[in-house]
């Protein structure tokens, strides 16, 4: 069963910088992606940031040059050091697993919040 630690949220002034990881303590057999979701309040979840197996990188338009997404296969980790912080990016970050079969499996959340 996979299960997905998430550690490195807080709170940090605007301009500053954060990095999460996301360890994934199951299999990584059938996997095809790892990424950070976010959901701020009122808001639907949105992607961050996923890179796939394959070491394809895709992010979204709000956060790039300022996030970037990494992992490290050996330690089935996922990172995502976040620079130039900004308070529109205080959210719940998710980690998330995607399955070659379309299963996708989510942390609990990591609070970010981006304030002065």
């Known amino acids: 069963q996979v299960q997905l630690v998430e550690s490195g949220g807080g709170l940090v002034q605007p301009g500053g910088s954060l990095r999460l990881s996301c360890a994934n303590s199951?299999?990584?057999?059938?996997?095809?992606?790892m990424g950070w979701y976010r959901q701020a309040p009122g808001l639907e979840r949105e992607l961050v940031a996923v890179i796939t197996t394959g070491g394809s990188i895709n992010y979204a338009d709000s956060v790039k040059g300022r996030f970037i997404i990494s992992r490290d296969s050996a330690k089935n980790t996922v990172y995502l050091q976040m620079n130039g912080l900004k308070p529109e990016d205080t959210a719940v970050y998710y980690c998330?697993?995607?399955?070659?079969?379309?299963?996708?499996?989510w942390g609990l959340g990591t609070q970010v919040t981006v304030s002065s």
């Open positions: 998330n697993v995607r399955y070659s079969t379309g299963y996708n499996s």
């Open positions: 199951g299999s990584m057999f059938g996997v095809n992606a």
